[in-house]
């Protein structure tokens, strides 16, 4: 299978009343990602960070609704790993904070198969607010994932914005790029569409772009959501001139649905207009790239 379609989700933080609301609310989700066709389901950064609406005596605090979220996620990945069994899909789950040891957490997204297998990548580079007011540590390593649809990386928000993190992933095969964001502003939104459009311009690939939207005044960590759903591709032949495959709304709830063809991307990277991906190591330092762990979800 090299074209299918993918479903970018512009998720919407909400207070939630409990855990069977939570559970209903991604399963309608997942669901109607499914019934669009959609054979990759992609969540955005911290959108689990609703799940601290759950425990009122921490929601309002930035450590408490880390903590209350992070021992909430072995509960989650059994629902997601559940769903995408069920619905034959693989799934993005939205990122969150994972206490890896006493007293230090990380931004971890996860990637479920319809196989019961799944990985995860942490954030790798962390943004001012993460790092000096919500105490949230970089994580690791890089890693790209081969599995049924092709090889998929992932760049949590901030790190689509480095370009030797996507340029490591693209020299270990990387087709697909997915890239879950969380920002509070336009020029937030705006600095990862760009990043994300230009690591598929450089690695001539799709990348993902799946945001949080909506406001949540409760929660000190994501009270503020903007940004639009997107595919981007490198603008050559087969793809738009824009190369915007799909853009969804702005700030509006919804699945984003698109179809990609791997075979393109195999295309432009042997025979394009040009050949970025190719000619990169002719730039100086080119070769300093990070390594990269291949995860197989076949």
């Given at each position: 299978?090299?074209a ?11 207070e ?9 609310k ?10 669009g ?7 955005p ?5 609703e799940?601290?609406?759950l425990d ?11 903590a ?7 509960q989650?990945?059994?629902l ?15 990122s ?10 990380v ?8 196989n ?15 790092r000096?007011?919500?105490?949230v ?11 049924a ?12 914005e480095f370009p ?60 503020s ?30 699945w ?7 075979a ?11 050949l ?5 190591a ?17």
């Amino acid at each position: 299978m090299t074209a299918f379609t993918i479903a970018a989700a512009q998720y919407p933080i909400e207070e939630l009343a409990d855990w069977a609301a939570f559970e209903a609310k991604l399963t309608r989700w997942v669901e109607a990602a499914a019934k669009g066709g959609a054979k990759l389901a992609v969540f955005p950064e911290y959108g689990a960070m609703e799940l601290a609406s759950l425990d009122p005596a921490t929601m309002g605090d930035l450590a408490g609704s880390l903590a209350s979220v992070s021992a909430l996620l072995p509960q989650v990945d059994a629902l997601h790993a559940r769903l995408a069994a069920q619905h034959g899909l693989h799934i993005l789950a939205a990122s969150a904070p994972c206490e890896v040891e006493q007293g230090r957490s990380v931004n971890r997204a996860r990637l479920f198969a319809p196989n019961g297998r799944a990985g995860v990548q942490d954030k790798l580079i962390m943004t001012r607010f993460e790092r000096e007011e919500w105490g949230v540590s970089a994580g690791g390593p890089l890693r790209l994932f081969d599995t049924a649809l092709g090889r998929i990386g992932i760049n949590i928000c901030y790190d689509s914005e480095f370009p030797l993190l996507a340029r490591a992933q693209v020299e270990a095969g990387m087709e697909l790029l997915l890239v879950p964001s969380c920002t509070e502003a336009l020029h937030g939104y705006w600095r990862v569409r760009l990043g994300a459009h230009a690591r598929a311009l450089e690695g001539q690939c799709y990348a993902i772009h799946s945001p949080t939207v909506g406001q949540a005044e409760w929660s000190p960590a994501v009270d503020s959501n903007r940004g639009a759903a997107a595919v981007y591709g490198p603008p050559d032949r087969g793809f738009p001139d824009s190369g915007v495959v799909a853009l969804g709304e702005l700030d509006q709830p919804q699945w984003l649905f698109a179809e990609v063809d791997l075979a393109r991307v195999a295309a432009l990277r042997a025979d394009g207009g040009v050949l970025n991906a190719r000619h990169w190591a002719e730039q100086p330092g080119a070769d300093n790239l990070p390594p990269v762990e291949l995860v197989d979800l076949r």
